[in-house]
């Protein structure tokens, strides 16, 4: 399964979740690769400390036969990493020039070898020509909100495009709901109102705001590897399980 971590808005727990999905998918022995697609490159930090000799930018720039030198074994069993360095924003721009220029990922995704159980993309907090690509390859999107007034806006255009993109009408999507803060009911209860159209879409399982979560992302680790006993590695945990359990048409 193809799963692109995506929503335009920033600080709703994107890269967080992209990071600890990838780890709780390997804790379970299933062979994972993370794309790193945002230039920040937030999520390579975590899983990558050294330079790369190649990145994301190579991986969907050169021919598709050539992405798997793009891929890089990581510390943790069972995952590998296309690592994203600065370059990646300067990419985005000569990406505009190319053939099927929305089609590159998915081109080079499908040309590796089939060893991955679980593919993670972490997007960029925009919607561009990265986050095209992403849309474009994914099986699902994981849309990360945040609760709050404004917390689905830019929801509807991110829809829109990826029907566009895609030309299908049901684009497969869940909403997963992160930073819950249950003493903020007041915020929350405006929040249930405005998620009443994507009420299907929502997942059972929410990521509570957590101290271990602040402090695991500020190390640069996975929860796992942080507080695996905390409420946080609970939180990842079972939405690792509740994906699994997703029905979902391959997308290669």
């Not at 561009?128 to 690509?133: F, H, M, V």
């Not at 993109?165 to 049901?170: A, K, P, S």
């Amino acid at each position: 399964m193809i799963i692109a971590v995506t929503n335009a808005k920033g600080g709703v727990g994107k890269t967080t979740t992209a990071v600890n999905l990838v780890a709780g998918f390997a804790n379970r022995n299933k062979k994972t690769l993370l794309v790193d697609l945002d230039p920040q490159g937030h999520s390579t930090r975590c899983y990558f400390r050294s330079e790369p000799e190649r990145d994301v930018s190579d991986f969907i720039m050169d021919r598709p036969s050539q992405a798997y030198r793009a891929v890089f074994p990581t510390d943790y069993p069972e995952v590998d990493i296309v690592p994203a360095t600065p370059r990646l924003s300067e990419t985005a721009e000569l990406l505009s020039a190319r053939i099927r220029r929305e089609e590159r990922l998915d081109r080079a995704l499908s040309a590796l070898p089939e060893d991955y159980r679980m593919i993670l993309i972490d997007c960029p907090p925009s919607l561009g020509i990265l986050t095209y690509n992403a849309i474009n390859a994914a099986d699902l999107l994981l849309v990360p909100v945040q609760p709050g007034v404004g917390a689905v806006v830019g929801l509807e255009a991110l829809i829109e495009t990826a029907r566009e993109l895609r030309d299908e009408d049901n684009i497969p999507f869940r909403i997963l709901v992160t930073m819950l803060d249950l003493r903020t009911t007041h915020t929350n209860a405006i929040f249930e109102e405005l998620m009443e159209d994507h009420r299907r879409k929502v997942l059972k399982t929410v990521i509570h705001k957590s101290e271990a979560l602040n402090q695991a992302n500020l190390a640069g680790k996975p929860i796992y590897r942080f507080a695996k006993s905390s409420r946080g590695a609970e939180d990842y945990d079972a939405l690792c399980e509740e994906l699994l359990k997703l029905r979902l048409p391959s997308h290669i």
